[in-house]
């Protein structure tokens, strides 16, 4: 039971260092494509919380807005997350295809003043016609 627990110990002291050295590396990227890219799932959760107290946003963009932050943190996958690639793949087109729905019914400037990063990446994943569309 004493090795079953040191070993437990080790693998969650080795996944929390690699956390942190991916949060540090990824800190560290050139502004452009790759950072945008690192940034992205943490960026939509981000903006799904601010919107989701927001009461210019309808109650059923909150609603898909719940449902992508919580596709995000559940342990459940589509594809097992430890797939090189491919692993986090389900997170990223389940919130994209929820964060394009709700924004329908967002107005532009609420969905762009809760997105902390570059709005550009925010307007690529919309479609410029759909963040325009709401003026």
């Known amino acids: 039971m004493d090795r079953l627990l040191l070993v437990a110990g080790v693998a969650l002291a080795l996944w929390a260092l690699s956390c942190a050295l991916m949060v540090l590396l990824a800190a560290r990227l050139p502004n452009g494509l790759m950072k945008q890219v690192a940034e992205f799932l943490p960026s939509c959760v981000t903006t799904a919380r601010t919107l989701r107290r927001s009461p210019l946003v309808p109650r059923r963009a909150k609603v898909a807005l719940l449902v992508a932050v919580l596709w995000v943190v559940s342990p459940i996958d589509l594809l097992p997350e430890f797939l090189p690639v491919i692993g986090p793949l389900d997170d ?44």
Do not use: F, H, K
Not at 96 to 122: K, M, Q, V
């Open 92 to 135: 990223v087109v389940a919130v994209i295809l929820l964060l394009r729905y709700a924004a329908r019914s967002i107005p532009r400037e609420t969905l762009l003043a809760a997105w902390p990063t570059d709005p550009r990446l925010l307007e690529r994943l919309l479609g410029r016609d759909r963040v325009s569309s709401t003026r």
